[in-house]
Nanobody, 121 residues
């Protein structure tokens, strides 16, 4: 069994910062891609940032220069440092990890439960 658990959401004023964390645990052989998605009320879930096992990153245009994704492979953990937050960043943020379990030959998508980020004065 594999679990993915996020932490670090909350309420922050515009211009503030938050750091999200997401740790995978269980019978893990390797993790290819780690990423963050977000979903605002009434909207679809969109990719915010992702990072491969080789360290290649990709960002949604509106967060470039403000958000930074990183990973600690020894801890099976991905981070999202969010700076200069704007009200339009308000959403539920979901962690996604593409994981190969021990004894398996294929990768499976795992989602966290989501963490609320609210940017408001």
């Amino acid at each position: 069994q594999v679990q993915v658990v996020e932490s670090g959401g909350g309420l922050v004023q515009p211009g503030g910062s938050l750091r999200l964390s997401c740790a995978a645990s269980g019978s893990i052989s390797s993790i290819y891609i780690m990423g963050w998605y977000r979903q605002a009320p009434g909207k679809q879930r969109d990719m915010v940032a992702q990072i491969t096992s080789g360290g290649i990153t990709d960002y949604e245009d509106s967060v470039k220069g403000r958000f930074t994704i990183s990973r600690d492979n020894a801890k099976n953990t991905v981070y999202l440092q969010m700076n200069s937050l704007k009200p339009e960043d308000t959403a539920v943020y979901y962690c996604n990890q593409l994981i190969r379990s021990l004894g398996s030959s294929r990768y499976t998508n795992y989602w966290g439960q989501g963490t609320q980020v609210t940017v408001s004065s």
